[in-house]
């Protein structure tokens, strides 16, 4: 378990703020976040690249707050992966053990079991400038593994990649990781990556982590409107709760109200998050389940491969598939009906 407690670290004008955190052993645990959150300032935290002006760092128990880098059995990725030129991808990968005056032998055997594992033993005898990015990135992972970390840090590993390239590594990575016991610390700003690659999310923004959970916990319940605007909640909503009915809190967006699920007293001042997939369409009135039904008018329509966005007169955005907007026949400026469930609002204090 990695313990990280009221950690404060300034450098140059960027404050790292009263950072708590605590990642569990074994865990693929991404700190998203957009560029110049303090992101890889916290990593290089961990890493024991720097020591904190305040706070502490306890990795399995213990307190490394001071402990330097080579004696906290981490291992630790850039994004510019930081490979030496004038070696091969061999030695590049070997480094660490060769420092460490292991035997050349074991060195080789243990080089080439690594090699074998990330799919990179036909690369051997190259040298980086030789290297695609992928074949770099898989090097610089090799070389942080062969020290057999417990905790492994990557910086934007996948963040340099074509598409292709970034689902394969995306593979590699979840591999070594469930055949492992490793923790893996992985920043980017990509929610779809942090999505696919994550256990859990942190959330971090201006030096300060904001919001920890998983991905569902995240995108479908952000805590607050800077939150719901980087994972990409389009509809979000102002208003206050005016009453309460059956449970239920009436919320007063001004042109009309929405029933939702909130604990938060009458009179309120609240924001409203609907997810666009969570909006469903019609050309009349429906009977459903679902307790918000509202009337509006079609601004936009955007196909988007097999989803549709369709932008409203009433400030909402919905997406529904390729085939529901042809059977509708959908048309700008056309008088529609929306319909979602109190479950797809989630309410914060504003």
Partial sequence: MITIKNLQRK??????????????????????????AGKTLLLELIAGFYVPDAGEIWIHGDNVTTVTPEDREVGFVYQDYALFPHFTV????????KIKKIPKDKI?????????????TYLKNRYPATLSGGEKQKTA?????MLNPQILLLDEPLSALDARTKAGLQ???KKIHNESDITIIHVTHDQTEAMIMADRIGIMMK???VQTGTTLEIFNTPKNRMVADFVGTENVLEGHISKKIDGLA???IGSSEIFAISDLEIGSKVHA????????ISKELQETSARNNLETKIKKIIHLGAVVRIELDNELVAFTTKQSAEELELNIDEHTYVSFKTTAVHIVRR
């Avoid at 061999?90 to 053990?97: D, H």
């Fill in 11 to 36: 450098w140059k004008e960027f404050n790292l703020k009263d950072i708590n955190l605590t990642i569990e052993k074994g865990e693929y645990f991404v700190i998203l976040g957009p560029t110049a």
């Fill in 90 to 97: 061999e030695e590049n990968i070997g480094y660490g053990l």
């Fill in 108 to 120: 080789n055997k243990e080089s080439q079991a690594m090699m074998d594992l990330l799919g990179i």
């Fill in 141 to 145: 992972i090799g070389r942080a593994l």
């Fill in 171 to 173: 593979d590699e990575l």
């Fill in 207 to 209: 030096g300060e982590i």
């Fill in 250 to 252: 009436i919320v007063d």
């Fill in 273 to 280: 998050f609907i997810r666009p997939e969570d909006i469903i």
